[in-house]
């Protein structure tokens, strides 16, 4: 493990903001392209069950109509995605950004408790996805994400001296809460990425999961040798297993950062995967708006951008945390040794 960590330190991983650069141009790309396809009618009505029972957002409907609405949301995507690049200068812009991109998705994780259909009966119902589910869970990371980028453009503000009214007043609201404390957007976004594949994993022993990823297996560069080699079925279990794996790795990297960095190297390859599948995906860009306007299952594979990025964050953070660690120990003998304390022998 201490090569490993070495050799992950030695890599770039650590370059300093390598990690928080990546989750806001992650960002960025979502909103640009998800703000894009709003503005035309196919996407209006894929967005009517999502609205429709979206406790904070039903009321676009009577005030705007279907098309409205689409169009509303659309700018208020843009405009979130031009302050999430602004923010790459601007800590203000960042700020407003976050905060909007905070407004955003708690907006739509609301919604799973209100989706119809979204748990298969056949399957016993929850906590087995289906219809609009699995999109909407990713949206859990993608809260958690939008909370990182608002309090690491907070306390830098802070740091750097170039605060204002609205950033200062945050920082006290912030700090007041306990929200400041690095440890926990940290176990924020490591507890997001536990849930997704906890409940990605568990869909995925079941017979309608692997009818749902047969195009997304099939038109993978990296997993397509799954079907030759355990067939629909087992290919999908394959993917059950894998995703408990990474379950169980990261929910133990809250205690043993050995664990997390396995697990954050696991869901790195695992949202690689995925990422690549979207050039190949049959029917992902939509016939008469074209590219970019995403369409069929891309805008599902287009949210791994931001769960890539944060696999990364995590992967930098355990190492980071590991090599803190091994330093200690190595200083802890030579620590006792100028006390007069004896040494602990290895056992």
Sequence with gaps: MNLLTTALSKSGLLKMDLDYHLIRASMVIVFLLFGYQKWFEYEAQVLIPYISNGPLISWMYPVFGIRGASWFLGVMEWSICLLLFLGFWSRTAGVLGALGSCGTFVATVTIIPFMPNAWDEVAG??????????????????????????????????????????????????????????????????????????????????QYAAETLVPFISSSPFISWLYPAFGVRGATRFLGLSDWTMFALLYAGFWDKRFGIIGALGSTGTFLTTITIIPFIPGGWDPAAGFPAMAGPVPFLMKDIVLLAVSIYLLKQDVVRMSVFNRKAEMAPEMLSATGVPAPRPA
């Design 125 to 206: 119902g929850f906590p087995a996805m289906t219809g609009n589910m699995p999109f909407l869970m990713k949206d859990v990371v993608l809260l958690a994400v939008s909370f990182y980028l608002l309090r690491q453009d907070v306390v830098r503000a802070m740091r750097s001296g170039t605060t204002n009214h609205l950033i200062g007043g945050l920082a006290k609201i912030m700090a007041g809460l306990g929200l400041l404390s690095e440890e926990v957007e940290y176990r924020m976004l490591r507890a997001s990425m536990v849930i997704i594949f906890a409940f990605f994993g568990y869909t995925k022993w079941h």
